[in-house]
């Protein structure tokens, strides 16, 4: 039976998605919702689905993040609102594509290539042509207001951190912690809020709870039990990776 997961950060469209499958494909096995890329990233290690149909914009990682980091190990439909960046780089044909709000027709033309593929047995299409040009279209500067300053608190104190000063952020089930060369503090946003708020790529996720600022990084090494640490420039701390966000330093 084929089987399949979907990773979008809102429930609607993925209630959506999940009904029209079972409309137009009712043999497809849903082995999976997911609410953010590290989570689907996850399911496809672990599941091996014939498709992952992944959200572009995601917390933790991108929808191209993850296909980048599965590595082939799945089928690649990519869902998106954003015409403007995205549709070009599709029409490459290395993979396809589903512009949101998805019709049922659309999303019949889709399963009906992945099916061919699935009965002659053709491996998953190689992404890296349509992801290199995705990424360049996806960083470019948008319209929406992003995060200069961090108000933190610590104790009775309100602090101000100017972003590029921030180091990493660490966040628990209550609070996140804001951590600059010589101070820090505490908010109450959690990393998926920051997210919103910040550049692509102004910090990279290297584990479900920590952010580091890349220009931070001193070096990155392996324990001995070969996990990965980074190592920063100006704070003794050292943050785990986990192995969600390996990938990020595979030349290792």
């Known amino acids: 039976m084929p089987t399949a997961i979907i990773a979008d950060d809102e429930d609607l469209p993925r209630s959506d998605l999940r009904r029209m499958l079972a409309i137009v494909w009712p043999e497809l096995t849903i082995l999976a919702d997911c609410e953010d890329g590290g989570d689907a990233l996850d399911a496809i290690v672990k599941l091996q689905p014939d498709v992952a149909f992944l959200d572009i914009r995601m917390p933790e990682l991108s929808g191209l993040d993850v296909a980048r980091a ?7 439909v990519f869902t998106t609102a954003y015409d403007s960046h995205a549709i070009e780089a599709f029409q490459l044909g290395a993979t396809d594509y589903l512009l949101k709000p998805i019709t049922q027709d659309r999303l019949s033309q889709t399963l009906t290539r992945i099916k061919a593929q699935l009965e002659t047995g053709h491996s998953a299409p ?29 104790g009775n104190t309100i602090k101000l951190f100017p972003i590029e000063e921030v180091l990493f952020f660490e966040s628990d089930l209550r609070y996140t912690r804001v951590v600059s060369a010589s101070d820090e503090g505490h908010i109450r946003s959690s990393l998926k809020e920051l997210q919103k708020g910040l550049a692509p790529d102004q910090f990279w996720q290297i584990h479900r709870g920590t952010m580091v600022n890349p220009h931070a990084i001193a070096r ?29 330093f595979k030349g290792m």
Request: net charge positive; charged share 30%.
């Open 220 to 248: 990155a090494l392996r324990d001995e039990f070969g996990n990965i640490v980074v190592l920063l420039k100006e704070h003794t701390a050292q943050l785990k990776v986990s192995q969600t966000y390996a990938w990020r």
């Open 70 to 76: 599965s590595a082939g190990k799945s089928r690649i």
């Open 126 to 154: 190689d992404l890296l042509q349509v992801m290199a040009e995705l990424d360049k279209r996806l960083r470019q500067p948008e319209p929406s207001e992003k995060i200069r300053w961090i108000s933190a608190n610590s």
